[in-house]
């Protein structure tokens, strides 16, 4: 079985501008988490999606968002970026438990830097 | 809010010895624990994982954690660490209290030495 695939892999941006980043789960998974890492804060989570709504969300700003599509495929939208959104943005999917309880399969993640 | 310690930042053995990487949690009502791995160059990989029943959870590659409750502590162990174990590892706990979102420990790097 294939695994976790996020695109872009590498990505840099100006400041202001809007990023999306993408990720396949791996097939059958119905459960979508991102997660932001950097070395000041470490990995937080950013939200989790399951049958294309919202299940469970981070204390992150409005400015991250996300979707999921029926093929429970996911996007991840960073608007007005800023300098501290530098990050490796992490995808999990999992078959659909939850968070809490789920063994997630993490993509190789999205380098983001913010210029 | 929850929050997770990792003590250890930096931990370096030489092979076959003993390995005890620390993880306390602040939250003490109900809590899913987890130790994920992060081998050089690959994704970051769950090692085990404990809900409920017996304390001492093992995991792959002879990896175990013991949850007691008293202390806060989900301690990963291993009794003979090998070259292959250098990774970075990270404690993450789910808990009511934080609505089951899961929060991570800052993570330990392990080096080990052949």
Known sequence: ?115 | AQSVSQHNHHVILSEAASLELGCNYSYGGTVNLFWYVQYPGQHLQLLLKYFSGDPLVKGIKGFEAEFIKSKFSFNLRKPSVQWSDTAEYFCAVSSSGGSYIPTFGRGTSLIVHP
């Open chain 1, 1 to 115: 079985k294939a695994g976790v695939t996020q695109t872009p892999r590498y990505l840099i941006k100006t400041r202001g501008q809007q990023v999306t980043l993408s990720c396949s789960p791996i097939s059958g998974h119905r459960s979508v988490s991102w997660y932001q890492q950097t070395p000041g804060q470490g990995l937080q989570f950013l939200f989790e999606y399951f049958s294309e709504t919202q299940r469970n969300k981070g204390n992150f700003p409005g400015r991250f968002s996300g979707r999921q599509f029926s093929n429970s495929r996911s996007e991840m939208n960073v608007s007005t970026l800023e300098l501290g959104d530098s990050a490796l943005y992490l995808c999990a999917s999992s078959l659909g438990g939850g968070v809490s309880t789920d063994t997630q399969y993490f993509g190789p993640g999205t380098r983001l830097t913010v210029l």
